[in-house]
T-cell receptor
């Protein structure tokens, strides 16, 4: 039973345009969400997070939106750069951090120059 | 601050052997979690240790075990290796303060190949 789903295995975007990565979840108890970026042969790197009490969090070129009623979150990258090409993982946690992070299977983003 | 370190980075074993992987968390981080990443499966949670005690466990067979030492360093062990155990094994640490709204930081991983 996959609690965190990233339904698009891959996404291609032109440099300078917006990249939108989507994530759906089924567990309504999730109260904290994170996005990680992963390059080959490296561990995931934390990008941005959002608490369930918010619906938007912004950090530079990265913005995460949370729609609790739809159990959906998205990561927007504007403008996209070739260095953003990586696999992006959505992750979620509940019970105030007493449970482990649950990850989606990832979306491979390719930013084309 | 130094990041999460994992050793070895690469490992080749044969079926039936056992393997031990090591993880040193970020200084001050008392929680260490282990994940397995295989192609198309994302990151699957193995277990989490805090203060030398396992506090969460994923859905993996008993061949997978771990432990944490008093300095927060952690090891995971896989016995009787199977071909399907070939994966990237990732360790992550966090401070584990109250509230849980904290980031988990990952090491570079150990790539295990079972032949």
């Amino acid at each position: 039973d996959q609690q965190v789903k990233q339904n698009s295995p891959s996404l291609s975007v032109q440099e300078g345009r917006i990249s939108i990565l989507n994530c759906d979840y089924t567990n309504s108890m999730f109260d904290y969400f994170l996005w990680y970026k992963k390059y080959p042969a490296e561990g995931p790197t934390f990008l941005i997070s959002i608490s369930s009490i918010k619906d938007k969090n912004e950090d530079g070129r990265f913005t995460v939106f949370l729609n609790k009623s739809a159990k959906h979150l998205s990561l927007h990258i504007v403008p996209s750069q070739p260095g953003d090409s990586a696999v992006y993982f959505c992750a979620a946690r509940w019970n105030s951090g007493n449970t482990p992070l649950v990850f989606g299977k990832g979306t491979r983003l390719s930013v084309i120059a | 601050k130094a990041g999460v370190t994992q050793t070895p980075r690469y490992l080749i074993k044969t079926r039936g052997q056992q393997v031990t992987l090591s993880c040193s968390p970020i200084s001050g981080h008392r929680s260490v979690s282990w994940y397995q990443q295989t192609p198309g499966q994302g990151l699957q949670f193995l277990f989490e240790y805090f203060s030398e005690t396992q506090r969460n466990k994923g859905n993996f067979p008993g061949r997978f075990s771990g432990r944490q030492f008093s300095n927060s360093r952690s090891e995971m062990n896989v016995s009787t290796l199977e071909l399907g155990d070939s994966a990237l094994y990732l360790c992550a640490s966090r401070p584990l303060t109250s509230g849980g709204r904290e980031t988990q930081y990952f090491g570079p991983g150990t790539r295990l190949l079972v032949l």
